[in-house]
Each structure stands twice: as C-alpha cells, then as structure tokens.
T-cell receptor, first 113, second 115 residues
C-alpha cells in the first residue's frame, strides 16, 4: 500500500529565516505530487504541483519554491520566511494516469514569529 | 462568486442523527466530486469519490451529486462521535496540457457529534 510522509510535523521559525519541508511517498512510482497550504478560514490553497522529476508548476506567486529531486520526494522551500507564510502545509499525491483523486500527508504546522 | 460554496458550520448533532453536508458550485466543467474528512491537526482523508450525477453509498456514508443544480451532498447515517471532524468537498475537471487534475476545495464544514 502507499504511504505519504511529511516532516517536520511542527515548526516555529523567525521571520526572515529559511524553510525546508520534505515530503516522501512510498509504494508507488511516478506519482503526481502537490503542495497545499491551509490557513484558518481560507480553505486549501494549491501552491505547487509536479508530474515528474524536475517538473514543477507554481499556482501562486510567492516567496516559496518547490523542488522534486527524486521521483517520490517533494520539497518546499523558502529563502526568507514572512509572517504570512504561517499555516498548515500539506503534501498530497495522486497516481500517474489516475489524477482525479489526491491523497494527503499528515501535514506540517508552520508558525512564523 | 466563489467557485465552491460550503457552509462552514459549525454543525452540532446528537449521536445517531442523520447528517447532511452540502456544497454548491458554479463551474459546469467540474466532472469529479470528492468528500474528504479532516480531523483536527491532521491531513484530509479521502472519504468518497463520485463521477456524474447520482448516489454512491459506502457504509454509513452516501454521496449525492446533482449536476443540473450544481449541488452535491454527503449524508452520514447513524452518526457517531468519531465522525466529529471537518468535512471538505472537492471538485475537479481535466486540466489541459499537464496530465494532472487540480482540485477546487470548499472551505469545510465542522461537524460535532454529541454523545
């Protein structure tokens, strides 16, 4: 069966510091990968998605970036965090060729102070 | 007008009640409809997936889609305290060129089932 991991689970960072969140998927090959942010009262916002290694599409202009260095690894980064980057970050995957359903990881709660 | 509207609640019901959760949408291109359950501080969990109008049943859960009215529902029979969570509806259409579907989510309805 497939499993999706995210770490860290919780993170508190000062404004202006860098960020690196990691997501890995097990039990599948060539998945589509997604990064979402969930802010209170604002629902799920798609940030990035990837259909393959090195292929990243950005949905929202911001100071965040994403990379996919390996088939089942997806990384969300920032060089300098803003207060507005606080939120619950969720990684998701969908099977290649069956992309109408997405499966979410446990999430990372980021607080920027 | 937002693409997907979902009453945020909170909705509080006694144990054993029938719960009805709803979403309306404006984009007639949506073809796939999902319901996710999200417990506090956890990632969303896919509950139901439907395509086209009609009903789909899975245990105590029934998903209903009415494309003519652009309205979807999730019914929970014999609700349990363990059903207390936020329920998110999600919809998608074919995203041209990328081979990847994007989901449009409702903001979620928070449900509490009281013992």
């Amino acid at each position: 069966s497939q499993t999706i991991h995210q770490w860290p689970a919780t993170l508190v960072q000062p404004v202006g510091s860098p960020l690196s969140l990691e997501c890995t998927v097990e039990g599948t090959s060539n998945p589509n990968l997604y990064w979402y942010r969930q802010a209170a009262g604002r629902g799920l916002q798609l940030l990035f998605y990837s259909v393959g290694i090195g292929q990243i599409s950005s949905e929202v202009p911001q100071n965040l970036s994403a990379s996919r260095p390996q088939d089942r690894q997806f990384i969300l980064s920032s060089k300098k965090l803003l207060l507005s980057d606080s939120g619950f970050y969720l990684c998701a995957w969908s099977p290649a060729g069956e992309t109408d359903t997405q499966y979410f990881g446990p999430g990372t709660r980021l607080t920027v102070l | 007008q937002k693409e997907v509207e979902q009453d945020p609640g909170p909705l509080s019901v006694p144990e054993g009640a029938i719960v009805s959760l709803n979403c309306t949408y404006s984009n007639s291109a949506f073809q796939y409809f999902m319901w996710y359950r999200q417990y506090s501080r956890k990632g969303p969990e896919l509950l139901m997936y439907t395509y086209s109008s009609g009903n789909k049943e899975d245990g105590r859960f029934t998903a209903q889609v009415d494309k003519s009215s652009k309205y979807i529902s999730l019914f929970i029979r014999d609700s349990q305290p363990s059903d207390s969570a936020t329920y998110l509806c999600a919809m998608s259409d074919l995203y041209s060129g990328a081979g990847s579907y994007q989901l449009t989510f409702g903001k979620g309805t928070k449900l509490s089932v009281i013992p």
